[in-house]
């Protein structure tokens, strides 16, 4: 079987996955969402790409859906340089909110995405209603990922750029890609005295009740959430919900902006 064929085959899958969900919601009773505007911020060495299938079960009630690709990942990947920092990132979602014209928005950030998401929090946070970070780094103003996650770089570095295990030459695409080490390195704002006023959730990613307990004890992050007053949910999946329950993912993130 030829790749366009295979090709042709997934996106008849995936079609069919979304209108079976969304028949699925309107028999249970799932309203149309109109007024939800997502965007969608991947984690450290993906892209927009990793959000597909949850785009389309959002946009399958109605939302608004932005997946927003951060330069130097995912289909932007020819852009990759060392040079590319956090603000960059961070300048990527703000435009992206500034040029869709959007307001009352609800933004997502999976892992390394809430460095970022952090960070357009303090840039504009008269456009947020809403801030979601997914099994993703809570960070204190003027930290960085280094500071909080420096088992990241323990990961192999080749000229500026950061080489994690999920870094897999060959593989076709989509897929990970290599990212800046600046970006790790960078420290992020969040000092505006705007940003405690936006309702803001952390969502942990566990497989069972065991890795969650451990997690509530050990985990930066969620004392970080907790010590803002946060609402903190629980998902029960591996690192990457977005890709492996798409389906629970959504449905949460729904429960959350009701």
């Known amino acids: 079987m030829n790749k366009i064929m295979v090709a042709v085959l997934l996106s008849i899958v995936g079609v069919g996955h979304t209108l079976l969900f969304a028949s699925q919601t309107s028999e249970k009773g799932g309203k149309p969402r109109d007024n939800d505007t997502f965007f969608l911020v991947h984690g450290m060495t993906g892209g927009g790409w990793?959000?597909?299938i949850v785009d389309q079960l959002l946009s399958a009630r109605g939302a608004y859906v932005n997946r927003v690709t951060l330069t130097g990942l995912g289909e932007r990947v020819h852009l990759a340089n060392p040079a590319i920092g956090l603000d960059t990132h961070i300048s990527d979602v703000e435009n992206a909110i500034?040029?869709?014209?959007?307001?009352?928005?609800?933004l997502v950030g999976h892992s390394y995405g809430g460095m970022v998401i952090s960070g357009v929090?303090?840039?504009?946070?008269?456009?947020?209603?809403?801030?979601?970070?997914?099994?993703a780094i809570v960070p204190k103003d003027g930290t960085s990922v280094a500071d909080l996650r420096p088992d990241l770089l323990k990961n192999r570095v080749v000229d500026g750029m950061i080489y994690p295990e999920s870094v897999r030459s060959g593989t076709g695409r989509?897929?990970?890609?290599?990212?800046?080490?600046?970006?790790?390195?960078?420290?992020?704002?969040?000092?505006?005295?705007?940003?405690?006023?936006?309702?803001?959730?952390?969502?942990?990613?566990?497989?069972?009740?065991?890795?969650?307990?451990?997690r509530a004890v050990n985990d930066q992050s969620w004392h970080t959430a907790e010590a803002r007053g946060w609402t903190i949910r629980?998902?029960?999946?591996?690192?990457?919900?977005?890709r492996s329950h798409p389906e629970a993912l959504v449905k949460l993130l729904f429960e959350i902006v009701e």
Do not use: C, G
Request: aromatic fraction near 6%; glycine fraction near 0%; charged fraction near 25%.
């Open 234 to 242: 629980h998902l029960q999946s591996d690192h990457n919900a977005q």
């Open 174 to 214: 989509p897929r990970d890609v290599p990212q800046s080490l600046k970006t790790l390195t960078d420290r992020v704002s969040f000092s505006h005295p705007k940003v405690t006023n936006i309702p803001s959730t952390l969502v942990i990613f566990s497989k069972n009740r065991k890795a969650r307990e451990l």
């Open 121 to 135: 929090m303090d840039r504009i946070p008269e456009h947020i209603s809403h801030a979601i970070f997914l099994d």
């Open 50 to 52: 990793d959000w597909q």
């Open 98 to 106: 500034a040029f869709e014209n959007k307001d009352n928005v609800i």
